[in-house]
Structure formats: C-alpha cells, structure tokens
C-alpha cells in the first residue's frame, strides 16, 4: 500500500476535485497541510521538528476544531452510523492531506524524479489521528463531563452528580491543550501524548468491560462504538503508527548523518 503510494507522481485531476470537496466539509486534512507547507515540517532538510506558531495558525487549527463539534453534532442523528461515519475522518482526512503534499511533490521540477517518502506517509496519518483522535476528542470529554455531565452519566449508565467527572474533565482538558501544542512541537511529545492518552483509554475499556460483565451494562456510553472505537481501536492503531513513525524518523536521521 505504500508503495502503491510513492509511485503516484501524478494525481488525477477528478482526485483533486473531490479532495477540494473534502476539504470543504471537513478541512482538518487541508489546515494541516497548509500549516506544515508554512512550517516546512515536511521538508527533511530543513525540518526542525519544532516551531513557535502564530496567532494565524492557533486560530485556524482551533476553529477546525470548533467546526468539527459542530459536524459531530450533525453526524450523531445518525446514531452508530454517524459515530462511524466521524471515526471515518480521520484516514479521510489524513489522505487529502497525503494528496496534497503529494500533488505539490509531483509539480515540484527539483523532485519530480524521486519518490514520495514513506516517513512523511506515516506521519501524515499520525498527525491526523493526534489532531482529531486526540485532540479533538479530548475537548470533547471536556465539554461532555462538564456542560453535558449528566447526560453522559446518564448515556453510560452510572449515576450522574459524581466530583470525579469534573476530575476527569481537567484531564481531558490537559490532553486537549497538550494536543494543541503537539502540532507544533513534535517527536518526544509525541511519544508522550500517544502513550498517555492510549493508556488511559485502554484503562477505560477494562473498566467498561468489567461493568458490563459484571454489572450487565449495555447502556450505550458503556457499550458501543465509544468502546470498540475509540477506547479500542483507536490507541493501539495510534501505538503502532507511532513506532512505524518512530522507526523511520531513525532511518531519516542515519540517513543524514
């Protein structure tokens, strides 16, 4: 699959229209984009892995943010389909941004004859799942167990009033910000963020799965696509392209060196 990747120079245009669309909808691929073109994350000579971003850029990252509640919000008449549909857009996404660097690699003159990096392909998908796996859905849980405490409460299944959701809020909170500032200032923090949150939604999981196992608690917030997705699948495919990412950005080193 990678492969089949690196040896597409030239984008079809009908590609480009629809990812254009995309972008559109949903712009969390094409705001990312346009922020590692301006920060040259993406250029393995000058990259320096970490950059001090402008209002401009703290602005738009976050209002894509605010405009993905928005979408979710829409997406959740849909029920589970809906919540699938959102988990969606995080290979979406990280594919219109994929294709856009790719497009501009291919009208680059200077490396029209060389292939597309298989470190910045992994990267690419790795951002993304930080941006709107991590990030966004951290905001999330901060909003859901402050502003909406009882209705999450109440969609798990567990009595609501609890101090300790205003406790995993701040958490969420923390994640969120920290979020933020990994867009910007990567590598090591990367390490961090990916770890800490996986951790803790693995740890999630095991609890959702003992209440339903012990309690029969199939109430939606404990059993669902909030179990499978997010407190599931989404760290351990954000583990692994983590190390993917790791094991190449060595290479890239040694390479240099």
């Avoid at 497009?103 to 597309?116: D, G, I, P, T, V």
Wanted: hydrophobic share 50%.
């Amino acid at each position: 699959m990678l492969g089949y990747f690196q040896l597409i120079m030239q984008i079809p245009s009908y590609i480009i229209i629809i990812k254009r669309v995309y972008d559109i909808i949903f712009p969390a691929g094409k705001i990312l984009q346009d922020m590692d073109k301006k920060h040259k994350f993406s250029d393995t000579n000058t990259n320096k892995r970490s950059t001090s971003p402008s209002i401009v850029d703290v602005l738009a990252t976050f209002g894509v943010l605010c405009w993905m509640f928005m979408i979710k919000y829409l997406l959740d008449f849909l029920g589970i389909y809906g919540e699938i549909a959102f988990f969606l857009l995080i290979p979406l996404s990280a594919l219109s941004h994929l294709i856009g660097e790719m497009n501009e690699f291919a009208q680059n003159e200077e490396l029209n004859q060389q292939k597309f990096p298989t470190s910045r392909i992994i990267e690419i998908f790795l951002l993304q799942i930080i941006y709107i796996g991590i990030t966004f859905f951290s905001f999330r849980g901060f909003i859901g167990h402050t502003i909406l405490a009882n209705t999450v409460a109440e969609d798990i299944g567990w009595l609501a009033g609890s101090p300790f959701q205003y406790e995993l809020a701040v958490y969420h909170l923390g994640m969120g910000v920290i979020g933020m500032v990994s867009l910007w200032k990567r590598d090591s923090i990367w390490i961090g963020l990916v770890y800490a949150k996986s951790i803790f939604l693995l740890g999630a999981a095991g609890v959702h799965i003992w209440d339903i196992i012990v309690n029969q608690n199939f109430s939606h917030g404990n059993f669902g696509t909030i179990l499978f997705l997010n407190d599931l699948i989404l760290p351990i495919i954000a583990i692994v392209i983590l190390h993917l990412h790791l094991k190449f950005q060595k290479k890239t080193k040694t390479a240099i060196k």
